[in-house]
């Protein structure tokens, strides 16, 4: 492990700028109308003399607007040095992202500042600053005597936090009485009694009503007695039988690359089958299984989603094999040869871009299927960025040295299966039909503030995690960062694709329209991919083993409320999107794989919340989309903004 802080992959890893993502805004913008309230957080530390953990209340005042539509700019104010933590920073910039997000991308929300007294760390008061900043939007007044812990999700679900019977003894100190807690922390262990505490019968015994709450939208009535604008839950339509068609059409090609990948890996001699590659055939041979009882089920996107997916893992399995043989038959030199003869997968990748530069959506359902190649297309570029991070960088240690190899192979394969399946989904786009596409749609600006979102969404990742994997393994940050990015795909992901892949996306398709919408499809996915580590690192509470290979999931019963809840949303933004007469082809697509993914295993559960992630904001950007360049009016009292402009705000901590 200790070999990953290679200064040469280090810098690869982590010395990229990104690029500016502020909304634009003409010289002529309205300035937003400037609004306050003040919230209330809870939290707890350890009390100076006798080391027990004491809870506490803090004020945080908040102030939305005052800055020309269309620019986003939050800061946090202090009156002690550094006295808000990175990665409360980091969940301030969340709550009022997602606060836009909810009031339709809402320009107000974009623009918040946050006054903070003293120390402050973590993320457990996000859902709390989320209704704090739509308060002000909406202009709701904020029962002062209510306070709540729990982070927020991207789709407005309230995580779990720890340390609530303290915080509720610090509610109870300064006077409030009531505290709203997530749902599914009921129950907690307190270290000082090492007991198991009832929190709704903790709250009776000091006075103070202790509420659970799964959303936002249900926390926000009790705080304010007014609804938040919320889609209606109705029952979803079925996808068209000429969509399901076009999809049926696709499958037999993905059968064919399992068949074959498996067919030639199971023709080398043993030497060519390590464990790990065993492994994957062993789960694409499961899952291909599976697809049949789907197609019988009438569930063509799952049925599909099924065939793709065991073909990259039988592949996976033929790479890794095929590495291996080499390696064994010829020495490690025939396969460090091997892993840079990549003239195949560039090919894959140039045709790839071709065939989505020149390619034109023309309708929503277009679009969204569109937007979904460009997303494959994203992210095996960022599969390929990691493969040359790890191949140029190849320590001397050669057991080490071959399991990069190893790596290097796996990165390759899936890169090229990403660029078949962004050509698959162009394909089906041509068959596609739809409301048209109006102009003026602002894609630009939903660009930027999903990168904004991924930005903020990384910066508490690095804080909850990288901080853990540099102290055990004795690494400075950057090693650790760069540690974590080799062991988990998904945070590679991220991290490659916000400094490295966004700003090569020009060389790919030039400016116009194409690089517009790719750009929109690779923040959605960051922003996806850094919500989901959160929930993984914080909120689920996912237990790894040392190569981040999953062992066990700690809080298995807020993930079933979470995907339940996470469901009702999804379902509601698919009405939203029906309701407003944009087509729902797509998403519904997406949301069904959720769905027969959420009945497997705990791997696959945490995918289907990430499934259902991306239907919503999927669903909400067509929405946004549609409107064209109207900006979302809300019928509340709009105060006179001041006369001098706000003081300049801290920046966030991604800008330090």
């Keep these: 492990m200790m070999r990953l802080s290679t200064t040469g992959l280090i810098l690869l890893l982590l010395t990229a700028v990104l690029p500016g993502t502020g909304f634009s805004a003409?010289?002529?913008?309205?300035?937003?109308?400037?609004?306050?309230?003040?919230?209330?957080?809870?939290?707890?530390?350890?009390?100076?003399?006798?080391?027990?953990?004491?809870?506490v209340c803090h004020s945080i005042p908040i102030t939305v607007g005052g800055a020309p539509e269309g620019e986003i700019r939050i800061g946090i104010f202090e009156d002690k040095l550094s006295?808000?933590?990175?990665?409360?920073?980091?969940?301030?910039?969340?709550?009022?992202?997602?606060?836009?997000?909810?009031?339709?991308?809402?320009?107000?929300?974009?623009?918040?500042?946050?006054?903070v007294e003293g120390k402050i760390d973590g993320p457990s008061a996000g859902a709390l600053l989320t209704i704090g900043v739509l308060s002000?939007?909406?202009?709701?007044?904020?029962?002062?005597?209510?306070?709540?812990?729990?982070?927020i999700n991207p789709d407005g679900m309230i995580g779990?936090?720890?340390?609530?019977?303290?915080?509720?003894?610090?509610?109870?100190?300064?006077?409030?009485?009531?505290?709203?807690?997530?749902?599914?922390?009921?129950?907690?262990?307190?270290?000082?009694t090492k007991e198991i505490v009832d929190l709704i019968g903790h709250g009776e015994n000091i006075g103070v009503k202790v509420i659970p709450v799964n959303d936002i939208w249900t926390a926000y009535k009790i705080f304010t007695g007014k609804p938040l604008p919320r889609p209606e839950a109705k029952e979803l339509p079925t996808v068209s039988p000429k969509m399901s068609k076009h999809v049926l059409k696709h499958i037999p090609r993905w059968n064919k690359l399992y068949k074959s990948a498996r067919e030639?890996?199971?023709?080398?001699?043993?030497?060519?089958?390590?464990?790990?590659?065993?492994?994957?055939?062993?789960?694409a041979d499961k899952i291909n299984k599976q697809i049949n009882s789907l197609l019988v089920e009438g569930q063509f996107a799952p049925a599909y989603w099924?065939?793709?997916?065991?073909?990259?893992?039988?592949?996976?399995?033929?790479?890794?094999?095929?590495?291996?043989?080499?390696n064994n038959a010829y020495g490690r030199d025939a396969a460090v040869k091997l892993m840079f003869q990549d003239q195949w997968l560039e090919k894959e990748v140039d045709t790839t871009a071709a065939a989505i530069r020149f390619y034109r959506p023309l309708t929503f359902d277009q679009l969204s299927i569109y937007m979904e190649a460009c997303n494959a297309f994203f992210t095996g570029l960022c599969y390929r960025s990691l493969a040359n991070v790890i191949r140029e960088n190849l320590p001397d240690d050669p057991d080490v040295a071959g399991v990069w190899i190893v790596a290097v192979a796996e990165q390759h394969v899936v890169c090229w299966l990403n660029m078949k399946?962004?050509?698959d989904y162009l394909e089906l786009?041509?068959?596609?039909?739809?409301?048209?596409?109006?102009?003026?749609?602002?894609?630009?600006?939903?660009?930027?503030?999903?990168?904004?979102?991924?930005?903020?969404?990384?910066?508490?990742?690095?804080?909850l995690e990288v901080k853990k994997v540099a102290k055990k393994y004795k690494l400075n940050n950057d090693a650790a960062i760069a540690a974590l990015s080799l062991s988990d795909p998904a945070y590679a992901m991220a991290q490659l694709g916000m400094k490295q892949i966004i700003p090569s996306l020009p060389k790919y398709f030039g400016e116009g329209k194409q690089l517009e919408y790719a750009r929109l499809a690779a923040a959605i996915g960051l922003h996806t991919r850094a919500a989901m580590l959160i929930a993984k690192y914080y909120s689920l509470g996912v237990e790894l083993d040392d190569n981040y290979n999953f062992v066990r999931l700690k809080r298995e019963r807020a993930l079933e409320d979470w995907l339940d809840d996470s469901k009702d949303q999804a379902q509601r933004a698919i009405t939203g999107l029906g309701d407003a007469g944009i087509d729902q082809t797509t998403c519904l697509q997406i949301f069904s794989i959720a769905r027969i993914y959420e009945g497997r295993s705990a791997t696959d559960r945490i995918e289907a919340l990430g499934y259902y992630f991306t239907t919503n904001v999927l669903a909400q950007v067509l929405q946004r989309l549609a409107a064209g360049d109207h900006v979302p009016e809300l019928d509340v009292p709009q105060p006179a903004p001041l006369p001098a402009p706000l003081p300049a705000p801290i920046p966030p901590p991604s800008e330090e």
């Design 264 to 283: 030639k890996y199971v023709s080398w001699p043993d030497f060519g089958h390590p464990e790990y590659a065993n492994q994957q055939l062993a789960s």
């Design 429 to 463: 786009a041509d068959s596609y039909e739809g409301t048209p596409i109006p102009e003026g749609a602002p894609v630009n600006e939903l660009s930027k503030f999903f990168l904004r979102s991924t930005e903020a969404g990384l910066s508490m990742v690095n804080e």
């Design 26 to 55: 003409g010289e002529e913008a309205a300035v937003t109308p400037i609004s306050k309230v003040t919230v209330y957080p809870l939290a707890y530390g350890i009390r100076a003399g006798d080391d027990t953990p004491f809870g």
């Design 83 to 115: 006295g808000a933590s990175p990665m409360w920073r980091a969940a301030a910039w969340q709550a009022s992202l997602t606060a836009a997000q909810l009031l339709d991308f809402n320009p107000q929300a974009m623009q918040a500042t946050f006054t």
């Design 136 to 151: 002000a939007v909406l202009g709701d007044p904020l029962r002062d005597d209510v306070t709540m812990t729990g982070t």
């Design 306 to 326: 099924d065939a793709a997916w065991s073909a990259a893992l039988a592949w996976v399995a033929h790479e890794v094999g095929r590495y291996h043989y080499s």
């Design 421 to 423: 399946l962004a050509r």
């Design 160 to 192: 779990p936090v720890g340390g609530i019977p303290f915080k509720i003894e610090g509610a109870a100190r300064a006077g409030k009485t009531t505290v709203l807690i997530p749902a599914h922390s009921r129950l907690e262990l307190d270290p000082r």
